[in-house]
Nanobody, 115 residues
């Protein structure tokens, strides 16, 4: 199982970024997928999740209305569109799935929101 996140970077407050997570090594279309983030000195938290077919999503209260999770099962890829970014969104963002009763993680991509 492997996840490769990309799309992070430095953005000004109010800006946008689109994260991607390319998955391999398992049947991507059969699994619920999630985005997590971890800010310095804080615990890792789930930001958004999407069911295997993409029919249902849920979000942390802190990102509702600003972030959109999606997936393309034909490309084994998950996305996180982040709009109206705030400094408190600064964190390392990880994609994740529970595969074989083990939570799997990517290496993460850094998102920094600063002027």
């Amino acid at each position: 199982v492997q996840f490769v996140e990309s799309g992070g970077g430095l953005v000004q407050p109010g800006g946008s970024l689109r994260l991607s997570c390319a998955a391999s090594g398992f049947t991507f279309s059969s699994y619920r997928m999630s985005w997590y983030r971890q800010a310095p000195g804080k615990e890792r938290e789930q930001v958004a999740a999407i069911t295997s077919a993409g029919g249902s999503t849920n979000y942390a209260d802190s990102v509702k209305g600003r972030f959109t999770i999606s997936r393309d099962n034909a490309k084994n890829t998950m996305y996180l569109q982040m709009n109206s970014l705030k400094p408190e969104d600064t964190a390392v963002y990880y994609c994740s799935a529970l595969v074989g009763l083990v939570r799997r993680w990517g290496q993460g991509t850094q998102v920094t929101v600063s002027s």
